[in-house]
């Protein structure tokens, strides 16, 4: 299994950037088949927001597409979401996960809200 720590998010204004950061242990993410960030808002489901590849292939909601970046850092096991042109349809609580053959584990959840 792998310990996920999510760090980052908060409150920003529309058209700003945030960075979050999901920190893994027991389990390098080199050896992971995907990591990735999920969203949910009130009221609505969980919905995928990023996904990397342990080959590096990355995929992106449309509603993300051109405005955030799924990116890794093996030195640091961790793997970033960078948010730039924050919307206040972004507001929700992120999670980041780690997808492996025989398992799926979750990072904390952090918010993220975005005023208009």
């Known amino acids: 299994q792998v310990q996920l720590v999510q760090s980052g998010g908060g409150l920003i204004q529309a058209g700003g950037s945030l960075r979050l950061s999901c920190a893994a242990s027991g389990r390098s993410i080199f050896s992971i088949n995907a990591m990735g960030w999920y969203r949910q808002a009130p009221g609505k489901q969980r919905e995928l927001v990023a996904l990397?590849?342990?080959?590096?292939?990355?995929n992106y909601a449309d509603s993300v597409k051109g405005r955030f970046t799924i990116s890794r850092e093996f030195a640091k096991n961790t793997v970033y979401l960078q948010m730039n042109s924050l919307k206040p349809e972004d507001t929700a609580v992120y999670y980041c996960?780690?997808?492996?053959?025989?398992?799926?584990?979750w990072g904390q959840g952090t918010q993220v809200t975005v005023s208009s």
């Open positions: 990397i590849t342990s080959g590096g292939s990355t």
């Open positions: 996960n780690a997808q492996g053959v025989s398992y799926i584990d």
